[in-house]
């Protein structure tokens, strides 16, 4: 089956320590997004790649760092630079046909760091 | 740029009641529209999409959707909700040009009562 997988589901870290999370796909998307989810403030986009070895910032991309060294994932870097990492993280992946916006979840990684 | 507006962040209904969900969208040209559910602790998934043609717009689970352009809305309806339609439900709004981004509304929170 195509799909986006997240792992792991939950992570616990300790402040101070960066953490990757993991997002692959299978679906052979061009496009890759990583976001952030608060409770009460939708989703906020941190990263997004349209090609191999190409990515852009989002909204709120300090204290985090992606690579897209292959176009089935798209690893993200929670440094401990963020202030404030917990939270629930969603990776997508779309096609990068333009104008579309039409994108696939995966199941979503919870950080918690204390 | 777009947006898009949920104006309810809760709505609550009894099981067996219809279901309307507001989005309102600001965008200069013809938009592509999205409906996302997601569950607790879960991803995003997607219901239903409008690119052109009928307004009226069929989707997964009983759920339908109608573009009305001289509204600006894409108001999501059921005609009798079940218990495990209880959700968060995201309105997007995709681009005709450049940018693969949707951007997302802040969500409604469905909540059904037996």
């Known amino acids: 089956d195509g799909g986006i997988t997240q792992s792991p589901k939950y992570l616990f870290r300790k402040e101070g320590q960066n953490v990757t999370l993991s997002c692959e796909q299978n679906?052979?998307?061009?496009?890759m997004y990583w976001y952030r989810q608060d409770p009460g403030q939708g989703l906020r986009l941190i990263y997004y790649?349209?090609?191999?070895?190409?990515?852009q910032k989002g909204d709120i991309a300090e204290g985090y760092s992606v690579s897209r060294e292959k176009k089935e994932s798209f690893p993200l870097t929670v440094t401990s630079a963020q202030k404030n990492p917990t939270a629930f993280y969603l990776c997508?992946?779309?096609?990068?046909?333009?104008?579309?916006?039409?994108?696939?979840f995966g199941p979503g990684t919870r950080l918690t760091v204390t | 740029a777009q947006s898009v507006t949920q104006p309810d962040i809760h709505i609550t209904v009894s099981e067996g009641a219809s279901l309307e969900l507001r989005c309102n969208y600001s965008?200069?040209?013809?938009?592509?529209l999205f409906w996302y559910v997601q569950s607790p602790g879960q991803g995003l998934q997607l219901l239903l999409k409008?690119?052109?043609?009928?307004?009226l717009v069929q989707g997964i689970k009983g759920f339908e959707a109608e573009f009305k352009r001289s509204q600006s809305s894409f108001n999501l309806r059921k005609p009798s909700v079940h218990w495990s339609d209880a959700a968060e439900y995201f309105c997007?709004?995709?681009?005709?040009?450049?940018?693969?981004?949707?951007?997302f509304g802040r969500g409604t929170s469905l909540i059904v009562h037996p």
């Open positions: 790649s349209q090609i191999v070895n190409d990515f």
């Open positions: 679906l052979n998307h061009d496009a």
């Open positions: 997508a992946s779309g096609r990068a046909s333009a104008g579309l916006g039409e994108q696939y």
């Open positions: 409008y690119f052109s043609g009928d307004t």
């Open positions: 965008y200069g040209a013809t938009p592509y």
């Open positions: 997007a709004v995709g681009t005709s040009g450049g940018s693969y981004i949707p951007t």
